[in-house]
C-alpha cells in the first residue's frame, strides 16, 4: 500500500447492513462486491460488512461441512482479489477453517490481500445461538492496522460480555472499534444495544460502530439499526431499521481521537410499528427465500387470520396472496361480512369453500365407532381438521405455501388444533400475544409501514376488533367461554413465559389462584403441539422454539 493511499485526518467508513442468504455464498459475494461497488462510488475508504455474511447468519450445521467452508474461503479470497483495485478495503465476516477449529472470524482485506484474521472468542450459547456447538473460541485479539489506522474488531457477542475484549483492543492501541453484528430483533433491542455499546465506550473512551445484519432468517428477524457512539458518549450516527441500506460516514482525527464528522439520523419505529414492520420483514424473506411464488390462508372473519392477510398483502403484494373463506353450519354472515369486507379492503383474491359435505363424510364414517358418545371436542376439531386439509390440498394443487395463523396465547394453551389451523408453512403471528395482535391491527388500520405493497386505509375491518374472538365451532362459542380474558391471560402467560415467574409471584399481581395453576397447567400440556407447529417470526425475548425448550415429558407443577 503506497504512502498516498494512508489515512490522514478523515476515514470515510461504510456500513453496509444487507441481507444475506444462508448457504448462498455465490449471491452473498455478490452483495459484498455491489456493496463494494457502492461504497466506492460514495468515496469511501472502507466497508465495514456483518457478522458471517459470506456464509449468512445463522449458517448452524452447515459449518460443519468441509466443502462449505472451502467455498466461504473461496469466496473471502475473491473479495480479497478485487481490494488491489485501490479502492474500499472491506471487513467481512464467514466461517474459516483454522488449526484449532473452525471458527467465527472476520477478514480484514485490502490491497488485494487478506491483512488479518479474527476470530471470535466469546461464543453465545443460550437462547437462539448455539455457536459452541459448531465453533472454537479464538485468541485474544490486538488491532489491525488499517492504512495507518489501527482498527479493532471486537464481534458481536464480545461486546455483551466482560471478557475484556474492547479493553484489550483499547491497551494494545486500537483507535476505534468496528464491530461486526448478528444481533436479532425482539422488541425493545436498539435501546438494549445502545445501553451495550455505551457501557464499551465508557470503559475504553473509544468510538464504536455497531454494523447488524438485516433480513429474516428462518424464525428470527435482524433488523439492521446500524448505529455509532463517539468517544464522548454521544450518538454518533443511527441508521434504519428493517431497510436494507448503505450509509457512508465520515470520521475525522481530533486531538480527543477520532470522531464522526457525518452519518444518518434515520427515525427508530416505536413498539407496534417496529412488531408489526419485523413481521412483514420476516414473513417477506421466508416465504421469498425458500422459492414459494405465492400465499394461500383461511380467512375466518377473525383477527387472527385478518391480520396475517394484511401482513402477507404487505409483504408480498396483493397478487400473491389468496385467502379462501371455509363456512360451515356455525359460521355467522357476521364472519361471512367481515371476511369478505377484509379481501376486499386488502385487495386480494377471495374464495369460498364450503365444508359441509366432507365434515359430514366424516362424521359418517365415524358413526358407528362415535355411537353411544356425546358430540363434543373431537366433533369441533373434524371442522378445523378439514379445513386444514381443504388448505394443503390447495397447497398441493397451486404450490401455494399454507399461512397458520394461531398467535402466541392460543399456542401457549394448547387452543389450537394439530393437522388443522396448525396447517401451514409459517406463521407471522406465532410470537405475539392475542392482545398484541389487537394492538397492531389498529396500528396497520392507521398507518402504511415503509417498503409494504399493501393498500392504505382501513384493511382489517372495524366490527373484527370490536367483536368478541370465536372459533365459531359450535353455537354462540367465544374463546372467554374456556379461558381467562384475554389481558388477564396474557399477562400470566407472560409471567410463565418471558420472565419464568413462580406461581406465588404471580398470584402476588393480583391474579386468582386457582387461574394461574390452570394456565400453568396447560402451558405445559401443549408443549407436543408446540414441537409440531410451522415456525414463525421471533417478536418477544423468549419465543416458542429457540429461546424457551421445554420437555414434552413433564410432570412439574409449580404447588
Same mark, same amino acid.
Given at each position: 500500500?503506497?504512502?498516498?493511499?494512508?489515512?490522514?485526518?478523515?476515514?470515510?467508513?461504510?456500513?453496509?447492513?444487507?441481507?444475506?442468504?444462508v448457504?448462498d455464498v455465490?449471491?452473498?459475494?455478490?452483495?459484498?462486491?455491489?456493496a463494494?461497488?457502492d461504497?466506492?462510488g460514495?468515496?469511501?475508504?472502507?466497508?465495514?460488512?456483518?457478522?458471517?455474511?459470506?456464509s449468512?447468519?445463522?449458517?448452524?450445521?452447515?459449518?460443519?461441512?468441509p466443502?462449505?467452508?472451502?467455498a466461504?474461503?473461496?469466496?473471502?479470497?475473491?473479495?480479497?482479489?478485487?481490494?488491489?483495485d485501490?479502492?474500499?478495503?472491506?471487513?467481512?465476516?464467514f466461517?474459516?477453517q483454522?488449526e484449532?477449529g473452525?471458527?467465527?472470524?472476520?477478514?480484514?482485506?485490502?490491497?488485494?490481500?487478506?491483512l488479518?484474521?479474527?476470530?471470535?472468542?466469546?461464543?453465545?450459547?443460550?437462547?437462539?445461538?448455539?455457536?459452541?456447538?459448531?465453533?472454537?473460541?479464538?485468541?485474544?485479539?490486538?488491532?489491525?492496522?488499517?492504512?495507518?489506522?489501527?482498527i479493532?474488531?471486537p464481534?458481536?457477542?464480545?461486546i455483551? =460480555?466482560? %471478557? !475484556?475484549?474492547?479493553e484489550? #483492543?483499547?491497551e494494545? /492501541? $486500537?483507535?476505534?472499534l468496528l464491530?461486526p453484528n448478528? &444481533?436479532?430483533y425482539?422488541?425493545?433491542?436498539?435501546?438494549?444495544?445502545?445501553?451495550?455499546?455505551?457501557?464499551q465506550?465508557?470503559?475504553?473512551?473509544?468510538?464504536?460502530?455497531?454494523? =447488524?445484519? %438485516? !433480513?429474516?432468517?428462518?424464525? #428470527?428477524?435482524?433488523? /439492521? $439499526?446500524?448505529?455509532?457512539?463517539?468517544?464522548?458518549? &454521544?450518538?454518533?450516527?443511527?441508521?434504519?431499521?428493517?431497510?436494507?441500506?448503505l450509509?457512508?460516514?465520515?470520521?475525522?482525527?481530533?486531538?480527543?481521537?477520532?470522531?464522526?464528522?457525518q452519518?444518518?439520523?434515520?427515525?427508530i419505529?416505536e413498539?407496534?410499528e417496529?412488531?408489526?414492520?419485523?413481521?412483514?420483514?420476516?414473513f417477506?424473506?421466508?416465504?421469498?427465500?425458500?422459492g414459494?411464488?405465492?400465499?394461500?390462508?383461511?380467512?375466518?372473519?377473525?383477527?387472527?387470520?385478518a391480520?396475517?392477510?394484511?401482513?402477507?398483502?404487505?409483504?408480498?403484494?396483493?397478487?400473491?396472496?389468496?385467502?379462501?373463506?371455509?363456512p360451515?353450519r356455525?359460521?355467522?354472515?357476521?364472519s361471512?361480512?367481515?371476511?369478505?369486507?377484509?379481501?376486499?379492503?386488502?385487495?386480494?383474491?377471495?374464495?369460498?369453500?364450503?365444508?359441509?359435505?366432507?365434515?359430514?363424510?366424516?362424521l359418517?364414517?365415524?358413526?358407528?365407532?362415535f355411537e353411544?358418545?356425546?358430540?363434543?371436542?373431537?366433533?369441533?376439531n373434524?371442522q378445523s381438521?378439514?379445513?386444514?386439509?381443504i388448505?394443503?390440498?390447495?397447497?398441493n394443487?397451486?404450490?401455494?405455501?399454507?399461512?397458520?395463523t394461531?398467535?402466541?396465547?392460543?399456542?401457549?394453551?394448547?387452543?389450537?388444533?394439530?393437522?388443522?389451523?396448525?396447517?401451514?408453512?409459517?406463521?407471522?403471528?406465532?410470537?405475539?400475544?392475542?392482545m398484541?395482535?389487537y394492538?397492531?391491527s389498529?396500528?396497520r388500520n392507521?398507518?402504511?409501514?415503509?417498503?409494504a405493497?399493501?393498500?392504505?386505509?382501513?384493511?382489517?375491518?372495524a366490527?373484527?376488533?370490536?367483536?368478541?374472538?370465536?372459533?365459531?365451532?359450535?353455537?354462540?362459542?367465544t374463546?372467554?367461554d374456556s379461558?381467562?380474558?384475554?389481558?388477564?391471560?396474557?399477562?400470566?402467560?407472560?409471567?410463565?413465559?418471558?420472565?419464568?415467574?413462580?406461581?406465588?409471584?404471580?398470584?402476588?399481581?393480583?391474579?386468582?389462584?386457582?387461574?394461574?395453576?390452570?394456565?400453568?397447567?396447560?402451558?405445559y400440556?401443549?408443549?407436543?403441539?408446540?414441537?409440531?407447529?410451522?415456525?414463525?417470526?421471533?417478536?418477544?425475548?423468549?419465543?416458542?422454539?429457540?429461546?424457551?425448550?421445554?420437555?414434552?415429558?413433564?410432570?412439574?407443577?409449580?404447588?
Open positions: 500500500m503506497s504512502e498516498a493511499k494512508k489515512i490522514s485526518d478523515v476515514l470515510r467508513i461504510a456500513v453496509a447492513q444487507f441481507n444475506p442468504v448457504g455465490a449471491g452473498n459475494l455478490a452483495k459484498a462486491r455491489a463494494r461497488a461504497a466506492a460514495q468515496g469511501a475508504d472502507l466497508l465495514l460488512l456483518t457478522e458471517l455474511f459470506i449468512g447468519y445463522p449458517p448452524e450445521d452447515l459449518v460443519l461441512k466443502s462449505f467452508l472451502k466461504c474461503l473461496q469466496a473471502v479470497e475473491a473479495l480479497a482479489a478485487d481490494t488491489a485501490g479502492g474500499p478495503g472491506v471487513i467481512v465476516g466461517p474459516r483454522g484449532a473452525r471458527h467465527n472470524s472476520v477478514a480484514i482485506l485490502d490491497g488485494g490481500k487478506i488479518a484474521f479474527r476470530d471470535k472468542i466469546d461464543l453465545p450459547n443460550y437462547g437462539e445461538f448455539d455457536e459452541k456447538r459448531v465453533f472454537t473460541e479464538g485468541e485474544m485479539p490486538g488491532p489491525v492496522n488499517f492504512r495507518g489506522v489501527r479493532g474488531v464481534i458481536c457477542e464480545e455483551w =460480555n466482560d %471478557l !475484556g475484549v474492547c484489550t #483492543l483499547a494494545t /492501541g $486500537a483507535e476505534i464491530v448478528g &444481533s436479532p425482539y422488541r425493545g433491542k436498539v435501546d438494549v444495544r445502545h445501553q451495550v455499546a455505551l457501557r465506550v465508557i470503559e475504553t473512551g473509544l468510538p464504536l460502530i455497531f454494523a =447488524n445484519q %438485516l !433480513g429474516g432468517q428462518d424464525e #428470527l428477524v435482524f433488523d /439492521g $439499526a446500524s448505529f455509532a457512539f463517539n468517544g464522548d458518549k &454521544s450518538l454518533a450516527f443511527q441508521m434504519s431499521q428493517f431497510e436494507e441500506t450509509s457512508v460516514t465520515t470520521w475525522k482525527r481530533t486531538a480527543d481521537g477520532w470522531r464522526c464528522d452519518g444518518p439520523m434515520s427515525r419505529p413498539r407496534e417496529a412488531d408489526y414492520r419485523a413481521c412483514v420483514l420476516g417477506r424473506d421466508y416465504v421469498n427465500k425458500n414459494f411464488k405465492s400465499v394461500v390462508l383461511g380467512l375466518s372473519g377473525g383477527i387472527d387470520s391480520i396475517c392477510a394484511s401482513i402477507a398483502v404487505d409483504a408480498l403484494g396483493e397478487e400473491r396472496v389468496r385467502t379462501i373463506m371455509l360451515y356455525y359460521t355467522s354472515q357476521e361471512f361480512a367481515d371476511a369478505e369486507a377484509c379481501a376486499k379492503a386488502l385487495g386480494c383474491h377471495y374464495d369460498i369453500v364450503p365444508i359441509q359435505d366432507p365434515v359430514e363424510g366424516f359418517s364414517s365415524l358413526s358407528d365407532m353411544g358418545t356425546e358430540s363434543g371436542i373431537t366433533e369441533e373434524l381438521r378439514t379445513r386444514g386439509t388448505l394443503m390440498a390447495i397447497s394443487k397451486f404450490g401455494s405455501m399454507v399461512v397458520t394461531g398467535n402466541k396465547s392460543e399456542m401457549s394453551v394448547g387452543y389450537a388444533t394439530l393437522y388443522g389451523d396448525m396447517n401451514g408453512g409459517f406463521n407471522p403471528i406465532k410470537d405475539l400475544y392475542k398484541q395482535v394492538a397492531l389498529a396500528w392507521a398507518n402504511v409501514p415503509p417498503g405493497l399493501g393498500p392504505s386505509g382501513e384493511v382489517i375491518p366490527n373484527i376488533l370490536s367483536k368478541a374472538p370465536s372459533a365459531e365451532l359450535r353455537p354462540n362459542q374463546d372467554q379461558l381467562p380474558p384475554y389481558p388477564v391471560l396474557d399477562d400470566i402467560l407472560e409471567c410463565l413465559v418471558e420472565k419464568e415467574m413462580g406461581v406465588d409471584e404471580i398470584v402476588a399481581r393480583g391474579h386468582d389462584i386457582a387461574t394461574v395453576h390452570r394456565v400453568e397447567h396447560l402451558l400440556l401443549a408443549e407436543y403441539k408446540r414441537r409440531q407447529s410451522a415456525p414463525g417470526v421471533k417478536i418477544t425475548k423468549k419465543n416458542f422454539g429457540r429461546d424457551r425448550r421445554y420437555p414434552i415429558t413433564n410432570r412439574f407443577r409449580d404447588r
